[in-house]
């Protein structure tokens, strides 16, 4: 990928966390949170693992901000909150993954799309397990109470994920296409 390409990905991927992190599910007046997808495009795009680092930050300087200032609960701001390293890592190690495939056959971004799909299933365990383990919430709840209840959430979570991905990879396509000259049959 070229370094304009990367330069954009870059800039990007971090204008779309800032301009969706603040409102986790979204609302009528806010879009949902990216943050899954765009770790996943991070890996695929800029695979660098200081830009994962970078990332990070930029989710937490945002969490922090909207819950000191912008009137967001701060319910999930306890120990578990480490275990969002984890998870993004997952998502980013699947982009990293999906690298091999190539994006300008139209098997490439199914094959990515079907990565995340599991990868989101991955994550989805993982965030939900550190939150049951280490936020002090749960101490008398059943873990496979606490399961059953937070399941309900995650077709939301692969939706959205799958949207932005998707999107950003059709985005992608269309771009190229508009590059590769078109060849007009001679007659």
């Known amino acids: 990928m070229g370094h304009d390409f990367k330069r954009f990905s870059v800039w990007g991927l971090m204008a ?3 301009a969706t992190r603040f409102h986790h599910f979204g609302d009528l007046q806010t879009p949902p949170d990216a943050s899954w997808a765009i770790f996943f495009l991070a890996g695929l795009f800029v695979p660098q693992s200081a830009f994962f680092a970078l990332l990070f930050l930029e989710a937490a300087l945002i969490d ?7 009137g967001v609960s701060d319910w999930c701001i306890t120990p578990a909150y480490l275990f969002l390293i984890p998870t993004y890592a997952i998502l980013w190690f699947a982009g990293r993954h999906c690298r091999r495939h190539d994006l300008d056959r139209p098997a490439g971004p199914i094959r990515s799309l079907a990565a995340l799909t599991v990868a989101v299933g991955l994550a989805f365990a993982v965030s939900n397990a550190g939150f049951y383990f280490l936020s002090g919430y749960f101490d008398h709840l059943p873990i496979q109470n606490y ?3 937070v399941a309900g959430y995650f077709p939301s979570y692969l939706f959205t994920t799958s949207v932005y991905a998707g999107l950003v990879l059709a985005g992608r396509w269309l771009w190229r296409q508009r590059r590769v000259p078109i060849s007009r049959p001679t007659g």
């Open 64 to 70: 922090l901000l909207a819950t000191t200032y912008g």
């Open 16 to 18: 779309l966390m800032a």
């Open 147 to 149: 399961f059953r209840q």
